[in-house]
Every structure is written in structure tokens, then in C-alpha cells.
């Protein structure tokens, strides 16, 4: 009914379209306002959860995070005293009450004293934590600076103090649970609210859609039905039927309908016209399809313009003459063999053949008798060289891209041109250079008929100018073969063929051959497709080629890399057995070492008369000396093995430099020699690196200076230096007046195991690896080390470091008790000890654990403790100790690490995985390993300190000085 009303409704085409757009605009705007309004209302809601509830729980889990790490550190400083965490804590503190205070700018006003009974709640529980942590410390300082505290008080206090921590931590946990409910609830109602405004705006929108597809699919047929109709109605027309009507009633009243009565009109006025012959041969002139007439002899009787330039011929060259002359292979014999639709070659008057669709009707006179045929063709050899493209193309191409060499290749795409071009030969050729010629790798066709040669030089005639010039060759000559190089194509009626160059980029390959006899379409306007498809075959041999080149590549780097692997895995088992040895060998020397030294200790400290002193100092110095060569051995491992690490720390330069005469100076004067330290005024005193291999470097560099210098003197002198890149350094410099060293020699001094004299009859000895390591340390602490001498008048040795000033001066010394307490807890937990004065540690009275297997060790710990005044129990293995502090009450225990049955390690272990009182006792390794790492395996095993091996009785004191309780006044140094 609408579809009616709209035909006879006069409206032009431009207003059916503008009512189709408007529609279509009125249902985008509805679904863009719609999603519009449903991104708004959940961007409220996004925006709600953002600004108050999500930052609420956030900071309530932060709240909670910070009060257990918090209570943590808490609990262990009141249980250890390990007060040195509380500066964490105090953080931690001000973190949690900035939390609290975010909470409350988010929650409202009536829920607020929750949150300050949580705080009041915190304060207090924080300030009776701070109080036991003292009071213990002040316990395990044998109550030096507190009031007399008995444990009931200090467990009263610590029941308190759970009960305030569980307090407030119940009421962080409801808070928490509260507000992720309060989360929870938030996104749930934000989703159920984005679902339904989902619904909502997806139920207009496909309403809008079929509103719009109605009125698109309406007015569609009011457009296309009616220019159907009229294309059906001119078809009619067309064909000669000028009796057929239209249904002008069926048509809208728009311009489709116009043109249909103008045609109506225009039908009904030939219908009464009588068309003559001028007007006939027009219409038949102007056809772009060629019409030729042959009458009942075959003869061709007219033509038409069409077929006058297609074949080349004037209308009266071929009136009369026979059919058959412009058909190329045999002329039917019927004339019904002429009727109808099918393909066939017309030769043109050049003789060259061209495909056409042809269709012929029987002429008959007013009789009804045949008179001839009327043979209308058009030209399709843009349709077949279009096809022959495509088919080529594709064939090639989906052939190529599986191919897998380039033999493959030459084999089977000459077949595949063949069959898709209809040529009878295919040959591809490969340019070899070094040999001058062309040779054929692959081909098609007849060529058992046509003697190809296998090889061909380059100056033949076809394909040797197709290689030297880069340009395609097309041969027109369509009777007999031209010659290709030395051998004719003899004996074959060539129709055309065609050489191309197979090249990539400036690099050419070969030369591809087509030679056809059945294709006149294939000419000049195919040799850009044929040069295509050559491209396509030259990249896919590029491809291969040099695909093969990288799979022998491949081959030979994988043999290379078993090779490799072959020699690291060989150098790594090298490395790794010169780690074990250095490991054995350093534990095997050291633990004889260590009764050699600590037995010289014992003697020099007992009543000798002098000469008995002397010897035993000489016993004493062999015993340093061959414990130094260890631990350079040891360092040069290290360095070698990239385990050797610095440290960063805040050290007294001034008081560093201070020590080196302490360490050294005495030798020097043993020598007779004057030894002087200069440290500039301009210097800070305090800066940040690493004073022990600072120390090192420059008690090697003395002690160098002392070996080679006979008399006179030997002066160290510190000073500033700005570093090329702007940094303040320090220059430390040692000079001497000793030999000197020759200039050839300078540079080899610093390398492993070189020495200025090598000779078998040098005066003085050493291994060599002093310098070196010298060397490698301060290359590591980002300086620079270097040597001026001259021979007899002697050397200064200088190293710069750069250095960066400390944040912090270093802390006061120690004056008393507190102090001394505070300095020994900070001194258990870091290898440096610069800026502290020396302390004389009484560790009278002790009971020291001794788990140690080997007997002379035994004697020799035992001896060196009891000089110290210490009670000792020996232990041969870790289970024995284990069984010893079940049963008895100690202070320490000096814990060997290799034993047999449990080591040290594993009886570590499980005394610290022990329920028992004594789980907590101090455990200092004393142990022959002294390489990168063993350290570090002690104190991850659960061990307090350590002691390597030979250990001397002032480092045994000073250590045991740290874990035991009784300290003696300090003594200034």
C-alpha cells in the first residue's frame, strides 16, 4: 500500500535520496545520544568510586601493611633489644599516621571517632613498645643506664603492649573488611546500572536500525523495479521487436518515468516510420563489433568499419573472394557449422592471427529460403592476454613459494610456462662468466627436435645479447627460425619467441627462453608480463641461493659452535677445578697456619728469655709473610673470577691514612728509614668508598717502598685533584729515595707475576701480585694507579680516586657505657670500624664453645681463650656441640665449618630451628675458608660473625668482645 501511494506521490530521485539520508542521520544521532547519556551516568559513578571509596580502601590496606611490619620490628627489638630498627619504626610511624589522616578526610564526620580511638589506641601501644625495647637493651647491657627492672615487670609490660597491638589491630582489620564491602557494594551497583543502560540503548538502536532498513529497502524498489522494468522493455526494442508496450502506470512520476514514455514514445513512432536502407547502414557502420555477410557460396558479400580495421582490408579486396581467407586452419564445409556462438582465429591481411568471439545467424529471404550468414566477431585478445597474465602469474607464483632449490625450479617451470602459454619450447639458461658461456639448466618442449645446445658462448647471437645488454629480445619473424648462436631453429614454422633476462637488481642470473607456434596472441604487449614472471623466477633463485649459501654457513658455524662449546665447557671445568683447588689449598694452609700463629701469639706473651723472643718473632714475621702471599693469591682469584666487590660507606680519610703508620710504620723504622704522612688541609675528613682496600692499596704501595728502599726516606702525601669530568678526587702518593726502576720495566710492574728484576739472582723476593692488585682495586674504585722513577735516585707511586663527600659526619666517639653498648651493636653488623677508638675488651669469665675436629686447633683455641680468661668446652663435631649446649650453659660458640658427621652449617642450622633458650646464642664462624662467598654462606647458614683462619689473639678478643656482656673501659688510642 505505501509502496503505491509512493509511485503515484511525484517526487524526484534527489528527494527519495534526501529522505533516506535524513532518516539515516535522525538514527545515528538517537544511537550516538543514547551511548552518550549511558557513558555519562556510569562515568558519574566511575568518577564516585575513584574519588572516595577506592582511595579509602587503599589507604585502609596500607593502614593495615604498615601496622604489621610495623608491629613486627616492634616485637623483635622488645624481645633481642636490637634497638637499631626502632629509626625504621619511628617511619613506619609517621607513614601510618599519614594514612590515618587521609582516611579521615574521606569518611564522614560520624564515623571519625573510630578512627581516633584507633590512633589514640596505636600511640599508646607504640610508646610501650619503645619503653620494653630500652629496657631489654638496658638488660643486655648489664643495666649500665636504667633502673633497677625485674623480668616480672618487663613481661607485665609486654602483656600490655599485645593487648593494646591486638587492639588495634582488630580494629584495623574491621575497618578494612568495612570498607571493601563498601567497594564491593559500589561495583556491583555500577554494573547492574552500565547493564541495564546497555539494554536500554541496544533495544532503541535496533529499533532505529529497522526503521532505517525499511525506508532503505522502500525506497530501493521504487528506484531499481522501475529501471528494470525499462531495461527489459529497451532490450526488447533493441533487438528488432518494435511491437512491445510498457505498463506506463507501473512507473513512478519521477525522471525514471519520464524516460520511460519518452521511449514508449520514441518505440510507437518507429513503428509507424519506414526505416530505409541509409539508416540501416549507419546503424551497422557505427557497431563496434566487426559484421561480415557471406552469402550461400561462401563469398563474402559486405563488411562493416569494425571489421575493415581489424583485419586490415578495404571492403572491396575482399568482396567475392572466399570466407576462408580471413579464417585461420580449416574452413568449415557446412554452412550450419557457421551458425551459432564459438571461438575462432581470423588472419588479418599482415598475417597476423587474432582470437574472436564469434556468432553467426542464417539470412533468409521474403520466401524463407537461407541466403547467406550473417557473421557478427569481436576481438578478444585483451580478454586472452588478460587470462593468460592471471594464469601465468599465479601458476609461477604459487609454485615458487613452495619450491625448495634451484634445480627444483629449472625443472618444473618451464612445463608450468608451457602449459599456461601454449609455447613449444622453454628454456632457461645460466650465465656462467668464469667459463664465458650460457649453460642450460633446465627446458620443455620439442627440444629433441630442435638441436638446443646444452652450452652456448656469450656472443650468441640471441641469448648472449639478451646477457649482455639486461633487455628482453622479441622475434618477429613468423616463417622460418632465426639463428640461436651457432645452431639454427631449422625444420619448425615458428610463430613468435621471446627472450628475457633472469636478473636481481644489477646482478643477472641466466636467460629465459619461450618459443611459440600455437599462440599469434603472444606479442609485443606481453613482454612486460613475460619480464614480470622472469622477475618473480629470479628472486626466487636469488632467494634459494642464498638460502643455500647461509644452510652451508649454518652447517659450518654449527661445527664451529660444538667446537666452541666443546673448548668452554672445557675452560668452565678448568675454572672450575682452579677454584677448587685455591679453595682446598687455601683450607689445607690455613689450618696449619692457624697453629703456627696462634701458638707464636701464645709464646710472645709468655715468659721467653730474649733469645727464645727472638726466635719466635722470626717464627711470628714467616707465619705474616706467608699468610699475606695466601691472601693475595686469594684476592687475585677473586679479581680474576669477577667476585671481588667495594663497598661504598662513610669512612675518616684522615684517620685511615693515620693508620697506615701504625701498620707499617714500625718496619720502616726497623730499616732505619724516615717515614712521614702529609694530608692537605684542604681535605674533608669524611668521605664516602671503601676504606679497607683503600687501606690495602696503600699499606702494599709502603710496604713496596720499604722493601726497595736500603736507606733514606719514604713519604706518603695525600691531596686534592679535580677529575676531568669535574668530580673532586683525592691523589695519595708514596715516595721513596730506594733503587728506582728502569723505564723498560715500568709499565710490565703492574702486570700478574712481574717483577722490575726477574733474574734468578734478584736481592728481593715476592710473587708479583702485589702491584697487580694494586692495580685491579683501584681500577674497580674508578681511579687511576701510575709510577715516576728513575734508576738510583728512586720512585713515587700515585693513584687518584674519586670520591663523593658524606651526607653525615661520622658519629662522636664513645665516652660511656651507653656508648661503648651502642658502638658494639653497630660494630656486630659492619665490617667497618674507622672513626672508633680502640677497645680494650675484658671477655674474662666467658664460657666459649669450641666445635672444632682438628686436635692442634683444639689446643691452640683452647690456649688462646684461657689466656683470655675464658671458660672452654671442645666439641670434635657439630652433633657433639649440639649435645653440649643441651647440658650446659654458654656465652659464644666458635663454630668450625668443615667436620666430619654435621659441619658447622648444618648444626647452625638447627640450633637456630631449636625451641630451646639457648637458640639464640652467639655463632662466630672460625673456619679455614676464606674465599669470595664463604662469608656470605656463614651468615646466610645463621651464623653471627666470622674468623678466618690462622686467628690471632687480639682478633679473637675483639670479636668475642662483641657477643659477650662484660665490656672494660675505653683506652684512647
Known sequence: MLYDRLITVRLSLKGKFLIVAGVMSACLITIVTLAAVMSSSVDRNLDRLQSSVFPCYREAVSLQDHFETMHSLLTQAMETGQIFSLERCENLRIDFLDHLEKILTYVPEEDRDTYKGISKTFDSYYAEAILIAQLTLGARIENIYIAEETDQEIRRRREAADGLAKTVSEKIEMTVRSHRLAVETSLSSTSRQVTFESIRAGAIGIFAILILASFLILFTRSIVAPIGMLSRFTGRVARGNLDSNIDLSLFPNDEVGDLARSFQAMTRGLRETTVNKDY????????????????????????????????????????????????????????????????????????????????????????????????????????????????????????????????????????????????????????????????????????????????????????????????????????????????????????????????????????????????????????????????????????????????????????????????????????????????????????????????????LDSRLDPDQTDQVVIVQKCADSLLSLINDILDFSKIEAGHLKVENVAFDLKSLVGDVDTLVGAGARDKMLEFTTAFSSQLRETYVGDPGRIRQVIVNLVSNAIKFTPKGYIRLNVSPETESDGRRGVRFEVEDSGIGIPDDRQVLIF??????????????????????????????????????????EGSVFWFTLPFAPAQAIAKPLPKGPADIGAALVQAAFSDQSAGLTSLEIDVAGAKVLVAEDNLVNQKVAMRMLRKLGCEVGIAANGRIAIEMLKSSSYDVVLMDCQMPEMDGYVATTAIRESDSDWSRIPVVAMTAHAMAGDRERCIRAGMNDYLSKPVKLDHLREVLGRWFRKQAKTIPS
Open 751 to 792: 702486570e700478574q707475576f712481574r717483577q722490575a728484576d726477574g733474574s734468578t739472582t734478584r736481592k728481593h723476593g715476592g710473587t708479583g701480585l702485589g702491584l697487580s692488585i694494586s692495580k685491579q682495586l683501584v681500577q674497580l674504585m674508578g681511579g687511576s694507579i701510575g709510577v715516576r722513577s728513575r734508576v738510583g
Open 280 to 603: 540501416v547502414d549507419k546503424i551497422i557502420g557505427s557497431m563496434a563489433d566487426t559484421l561480415i555477410v557471406i552469402d550461400s557460396k561462401w563469398n563474402i558479400r559486405s563488411m562493416n568499419n569494425a571489421a575493415k580495421r581489424l583485419l586490415g582490408y578495404e571492403p572491396d579486396e575482399l568482396a567475392g573472394r572466399p570466407f576462408g581467407t580471413i579464417i585461420l586452419g580449416t574452413t568449415p564445409d557446412r554452412t550450419d557449422q557457421l551458425i551459432g556462438k564459438s571461438e575462432m582465429w581470423y588472419r588479418t591481411r599482415d598475417g597476423e592471427a587474432i582470437p574472436v568471439s564469434y556468432s553467426g545467424s542464417t539470412m533468409i529471404d521474403d520466401d524463407g529460403k537461407p541466403i547467406g550468414v550473417v557473421c557478427v566477431a569481436r576481438d578478444i585478445r585483451e580478454n586472452k592476454r588478460t587470462a593468460w597474465e592471471r594464469e601465468s602469474l599465479n601458476t609461477v607464483s604459487d609454485f615458487l613459494l613452495t619450491a625448495s632449490s634451484v634445480s627444483e625450479i629449472c625443472d618444473r617451470v618451464p612445463r608450468i610456462l608451457a602449459e599456461s602459454t601454449g609455447s613449444g619450447i622453454v628454456c632457461i639458461h645460466r650465465h656462467d662468466p668464469k667459463e664465458k658461456q650460457l649453460v642450460r639448466e633446465g627446458s620443455f618442449g620439442t627440444t629433441d627436435l630442435v638441436p638446443i645446445p646444452a652450452a652456448l658462448p656469450e656472443d650468441d647471437a640471441i641469448l648472449g645479447n639478451v646477457a649482455r645488454t639486461g633487455r628482453p629480445w622479441l622475434h618477429e619473424s613468423g616463417d622460418q627460425a632465426a639463428p640461436l648462436g651457432a645452431t639454427a631453429l631449422t625444420g619448425l614454422e615458428l610463430g613468435r619467441f621471446l627472450c628475457v633476462p633472469l636478473k636481481t637488481g644489477d646482478k643477472l642470473w641466466g636467460t629465459l627462453l619461450l618459443a611459440l607456434f600455437r599462440s599469434p596472441y603472444f606479442g609485443p604487449q606481453v613482454v612486460g608480463s613475460v619480464q614480470v614472471i622472469a622477475d618473480y623466477i629470479a628472486q626466487a633463485i636469488a632467494r634459494l641461493t642464498a638460502a643455500d649459501e647461509l644452510r652451508r654457513y649454518m652447517v659450518a658455524l654449527e661445527g664451529k659452535n660444538k667446537e666452541l662449546g666443546v673448548a668452554r665447557d672445557a675452560a668452565l671445568e678448568a675454572s672450575r677445578h682452579k677454584s677448587e683447588f685455591l679453595a682446598n689449598m687455601s683450607h689445607e694452609i690455613r689450618t696449619p697456619m692457624n697453629g703456627i700463629v696462634g701458638m707464636a701469639d701464645i709464646l
